[in-house]
T-cell receptor
């Protein structure tokens, strides 16, 4: 079974600075998706960024980018120019593309605090 | 686009009663919906995958008879917690997937408190 590990329960960053959240995963599959979700205090899950495993190029979405290292099974999220609104729980998630499975496997999350 | 709603957002019920939570895709058809449970300060745990017109697929350890899932249409799935007990108190989140797409869109969640 696939597992997702987020080794940083909590992180903090100064406003306007850059922070990187770590995520590693374990799988024997070659085709899959990786996601970063944000869960603010409202508890609404918001998709931040998505990476297809077959793509070598790292995904970017404005201030959010990933460092996807397929061989190392690592998928870190970099937030540049951090804003107060970025404060939230961040969950890394894995989704298989094989066997018809569509379920997401989540890591335990990293609580990000943004200091003014 | 791709909005998912849940109703109710909060519910308090007495032990032994049943409560139904609705998950609706407002502007798209969802062939598959997912139900998650999230304990305080914890991650989301998948409970079951709900496919329209067929029986839900439950994850290991989730009681089918306790957590009844119905996906009667392409825009509605319901989760019924039967004979609720205080340990069922939790935050329940649904998500929906557009047919043929990789993204899941999440509802805002339902906080269930069983007294």
């Amino acid at each position: 079974a696939q597992t997702v590990t987020q080794s940083q329960p909590e992180m903090s960053v100064q406003e306007a600075e850059t922070v990187t959240l770590s995520c590693t995963y374990d799988t024997s599959e070659s085709d899959y998706y990786l996601f970063w979700y944000k869960q603010p205090p409202s508890r609404q899950m918001i998709l931040v960024i998505r990476q297809e495993a077959y793509k070598q190029q790292n995904a970017t979405e404005n201030r959010f980018s990933v460092n996807f290292q397929k061989a190392a099974k690592s998928f870190s999220l970099k937030i540049s120019d951090s804003q107060l609104g970025d404060a939230a729980m961040y969950f890394c998630a894995y989704r298989s593309e094989q066997g018809g499975s569509e379920k997401l496997v989540f890591g335990k999350g990293t609580k990000l605090t943004v200091n003014p | 686009g791709a909005v998912v709603s849940q109703h109710p957002s909060r519910v308090i019920c007495k032990s032994g009663t049943s409560v139904k939570i609705e998950c609706r895709s407002l502007d798209f058809q969802a062939t598959t919906m997912f139900w998650y449970r999230q304990f305080p300060k914890k991650s989301l745990m998948l409970m079951a995958t709900s496919n329209e017109g067929s029986k839900a697929t439950y994850e290991q350890g989730v009681e089918k008879d306790k957590f009844l899932i119905n996906h009667a249409s392409l825009t509605l799935s319901t989760l019924t917690v039967t004979s609720a007990h205080p340990e069922d108190s939790s935050f329940y989140i649904c998500s929906a997937r557009i047919a043929g797409g990789p993204k899941q869109y999440f509802g805002p969640g339902t906080r269930l408190t069983v007294t």
